[in-house]
Structures are given as structure tokens and as C-alpha cells.
């Protein structure tokens, strides 16, 4: 999946820490395992998500759970904030788990990246997109 994979709806996201407390890094990333290329296929999200937090750990990173949802709330899907990974194995990690893209925050500016091909666009504020649970 390329940059013009990168769907509309990725950027209305809104995102719902699980620790409303969090300290968030200055640079981190997003990523879920859920709903593989965005197909609705969402049967094996747990195990997939569950699967991508063993490998998050085995890679050391700085990880929190954190929902990724539509402004209304009918989509959500469960996600990881990351730090400490190169972009290289973060758009690696986004391919491995069938995901058309992936988050990245640096100084609260929010970018879509697109895991096949990097391409990165602007998305405004992380924090004006942070909902209390």
C-alpha cells in the first residue's frame, strides 16, 4: 500500500489514552494491528494487537495503549504509542501488521505516514485531538 492509500478518515482521528495521565514524549509514533489494510476485517484484532505488543517489547521501545477512533466514535481501534524506534522499523512494523499507515507526532505536530512508501502529511495538533475516555 502506497501514499494514496492514506485515507480520508485518518485524518479525523481523535485518540483516547488509556493512562490520561501519560507523559508523552516529544517524537513517538502510533500503531495498531487492527483492521488490516483498513478492509473491516476485524475478527483477529486482540491477537494481532497482542502479537505487536510482544514485538514492541522485544524491541525495547517505550509503548502505551492508547484508542485510535473516528470523531464519532463508531470506529475505534486499539493502538500503541511508541517510542525509542527508528522510522525504518516503525513503517516496517506498520507493513508486517498489514497496515495502509501509521501516526507520528513530533512537538505535538500529528503526521500520517504511509508504511509503503514514508510519504508523510501534515495533520494538525496531537493534543486538540486527544478525548478523554
Same mark, same amino acid.
Request: hydrophobic share 45%; proline share 6%; with cysteine.
Given at each position: 500500500?502506497?501514499?494514496?492509500?492514506?485515507?480520508?478518515?485518518?485524518?479525523?482521528?481523535?485518540?483516547?489514552?488509556?493512562?490520561?495521565?501519560?507523559?508523552?514524549?516529544?517524537?513517538?509514533?502510533?500503531?495498531?494491528?487492527?483492521?488490516?489494510?483498513?478492509?473491516?476485517?476485524?475478527?483477529?484484532?486482540?491477537?494481532?494487537?497482542?502479537?505487536?505488543?510482544?514485538?514492541?517489547?522485544?524491541?525495547?521501545?517505550?509503548?502505551?495503549? $492508547?484508542?485510535?477512533?473516528?470523531?464519532?466514535?463508531?470506529?475505534?481501534?486499539?493502538?500503541?504509542?511508541? *517510542? @525509542?524506534?527508528? %522510522? =525504518?522499523?516503525?513503517?516496517?512494523?506498520?507493513?508486517?501488521?498489514?497496515?495502509?499507515?501509521?501516526?507520528?507526532? $513530533?512537538?505535538?505536530?500529528?503526521?500520517?505516514?504511509?508504511?509503503?512508501?514514508?510519504?508523510?502529511?501534515? *495533520? @494538525?495538533?496531537? %493534543? =486538540?485531538?486527544?478525548?478523554?475516555?
Amino acid at each position: 500500500m502506497a501514499s494514496d492509500d492514506i485515507l480520508p478518515e485518518y485524518f479525523d482521528a481523535r485518540f483516547i489514552p488509556h493512562d490520561a495521565a501519560v507523559a508523552w514524549p516529544d517524537e513517538f509514533w502510533i500503531l495498531t494491528a487492527c483492521d488490516p489494510y483498513s478492509t473491516g476485517a476485524t475478527e483477529n484484532d486482540a491477537a494481532a494487537n497482542a502479537q505487536l505488543e510482544m514485538r514492541l517489547g522485544d524491541l525495547g521501545a517505550w509503548q502505551t495503549p $492508547v484508542r485510535g477512533t473516528s470523531p464519532d466514535r463508531q470506529h475505534s481501534e486499539e493502538s500503541f504509542a511508541i *517510542a @525509542g524506534l527508528e %522510522r =525504518a522499523t516503525v513503517l516496517a512494523l506498520g507493513r508486517e501488521f498489514l497496515q495502509n499507515a501509521v501516526f507520528h507526532v $513530533v512537538a505535538d505536530r500529528l503526521s500520517v505516514v504511509a508504511c509503503e512508501d514514508g510519504l508523510e502529511v501534515p *495533520a @494538525g495538533s496531537f %493534543r =486538540a485531538k486527544i478525548r478523554p475516555e
